[in-house]
């Protein structure tokens, strides 16, 4: 998968967990803002480990060199 379809998919699951603590937590608004906080900071923490680790893949910094004679 691409890294625009990946992240894609990240945002749609962040905003259906979104949605979803709304409807089963709902406890007052403090409360449901601290969860829906949450939920964000761990969907972009997720994904940004994602990315990270992807675009690292694509280009890394160490080059294996090949020996010959082995």
Request: proline share 4%; glycine share 6%.
């Amino acid at each position: 998968m691409g890294f625009f379809v990946t992240t894609l998919i990240f945002t749609v699951l962040g905003i259906i967990s979104v949605l979803c603590t709304r409807i089963c937590c709902n406890k007052g608004p403090s409360t449901n803002l601290f969860h829906v906080t949450l939920i964000a900071t761990a969907t972009v923490c997720c994904w940004m480990m994602w990315a990270i680790v992807y675009l690292a893949q694509l280009n890394p910094l160490i080059v294996p060199i090949l020996n010959e004679g082995e």
